[in-house]
């Protein structure tokens, strides 16, 4: 099997994207992806779509946004994985190219998440799980499954309110520099404090927003990516995990099992130190779709031991010229959460990272071991994909 690379990223501005249809706000990436690959659109031979999209317009929109991105007759697909499905629509072209069946594929992510009432979207995320014992039953919503796991951290490991809110001024910090960003304005404590309650202890400044917005990638097999960039970005490995639809089959609310077993599989593919993988890695992003997610992914990821994720929070850590970089383009709370589109969107971040690329110098993390970590969550662990980009060769 082949080497993948990284050949073409786009991406769109994201926010409350209106202004366009599905189609036309895909094509604002996969333009920008196609003239950074220098590739046309004859040239891609599969592309994959990561789109959840039961509050948008258009229920096949893997074909849609073919015909109107001119990619068909290529083969396409759309696929789902709740909040990962961008990550899976990455992995789908991944394989295409791995396996040899298309020497040249894109990974699409796009969403347009506006185009229903915004109770109507809160209500379709809340059914992402068992929709029966929890959405049926008892109600439970988005927000208030991670405060599940806000309030049992909090209880286990003295987490506070002004911890998670470390992390919302961080994400709004970066945010604030980022030209693609849905929120570009900080934040201050202060402000974080008085935001209004969701669901205890989550406000709605811990809380990503609803986003419209997508992203691409070209990816091209090692002997096609050297004819088209001396510069390719490299999936050196990549990881999957599920968990248990219901949460009530769950035994730690502290931490996402699948998100640790997609971390594991990389670090043992890669070579890389599960103690201390920080010392390997230059930057990442992670699944912060509440800020509590954030401090977990910390030590799911091995970036800090277990209760200790909320020190790297309070000591910042986790900013540009720290132990390690995490969501230096805002991440989904500041930057935004298309759902289908969040994962091919850190995977443009993270390789344009590895490239000294990123939109703002402010944002920039200095690459010293050319490695890149995207970490995308799938509802609340029931899905996980976690991704190692590289500037070096895999095999090297």
């Given amino acids: 099997m082949t080497n993948v690379a990284v050949i073409g990223t786009g991406h769109s501005k994201f926010g409350s994207r209106t202004d366009v249809n599905l189609q036309e706000l895909a094509w604002e990436a996969v333009k920008q992806a196609l003239e950074e690959a220098n590739v046309e659109q004859k040239d891609v031979k599969y592309f994959s779509l990561g789109n959840v999209g039961t509050w948008s317009a258009e229920p096949l929109p893997a074909v849609v946004v073919g015909e109107?991105?001119?990619?068909?007759?290529?083969?396409?697909?759309?696929?789902?994985?709740?909040?990962?499905?961008?990550s899976a629509a990455l992995r789908d072209a991944y394989l295409a190219v791995k396996s040899g069946e298309?020497?040249?594929?894109?990974?699409i992510g796009v969403e347009q998440m506006h185009q229903s009432p915004n109770p109507t979207v809160v209500e379709m995320i809340g059914r992402a799980g068992n929709y029966f014992w929890e959405f049926e039953n008892f109600g439970l919503t988005f927000p208030g499954y991670y405060a599940l796991y806000a309030t049992a951290y909090m209880n286990k490991y003295g987490l506070r309110e002004d911890d998670l809110g470390k992390i919302a001024i961080k994400a709004h910090h970066y945010g604030a520099m980022n030209p693609y960003a849905h929120f570009q304005k900080e934040i201050t404590?202060?402000?974080y404090l008085k935001s209004k309650p969701v669901a205890w202890p989550l406000k709605l400044l811990d809380s990503s927003p609803i986003t419209d917005g997508a992203a691409a990638v070209v990816l091209a097999s090692e002997e096609v990516a050297n004819k088209y960039t001396d510069s390719p970005v490299w999936i050196e490995a990549q990881g999957v995990g599920s968990g248990t639809a219901?949460?009530?089959?769950?035994?730690?609310?502290?931490?996402?099992?699948?998100a640790r077993l997609a971390a594991d599989q990389v670090y043992s593919r890669a070579k890389?130190?599960?103690?201390?993988?920080w010392k390997q890695i230059d930057v990442a992003d992670v699944h912060d779709c509440f800020t509590i997610a954030e401090v977990i992914a910390y030590e799911d990821l091995g970036f800090a031991k277990r209760g200790e994720g909320l020190s790297l929070a309070r000591e910042e850590q986790t900013y540009v010229g720290g132990r390690i970089p995490v969501n230096v383009d805002g991440g989904l709370k500041?930057?935004?959460?298309?759902?289908?589109?969040?994962?091919?969107?850190m995977a443009v971040s993270m390789a344009r990272q590895l490239l000294y690329r990123?939109?703002?110098?402010g944002m920039q993390a200095?690459?010293?071991?050319?490695?890149?970590?995207?970490?995308?969550?799938?509802?609340?662990?029931h899905y996980a994909y976690v991704t190692l980009f590289s500037t070096r060769r895999p095999g090297l």
């Fill in 68 to 86: 109107y991105c001119n990619l068909t007759p290529s083969g396409t697909m759309r696929v789902e994985a709740a909040c990962a499905s961008g």
């Fill in 102 to 107: 298309a020497d040249i594929a894109m990974a």
């Fill in 189 to 191: 404590m202060e402000e």
């Fill in 246 to 258: 219901n949460l009530s089959r769950r035994t730690d609310f502290t931490s996402i099992e699948a």
């Fill in 272 to 277: 890389i130190n599960k103690d201390a993988p």
């Fill in 334 to 345: 500041a930057k935004g959460h298309p759902i289908g589109a969040t994962g091919v969107s």
């Fill in 358 to 361: 990123a939109p703002n110098k």
């Fill in 366 to 381: 200095e690459i010293r071991n050319g490695r890149a970590l995207a970490h995308n969550v799938g509802g609340t662990g």
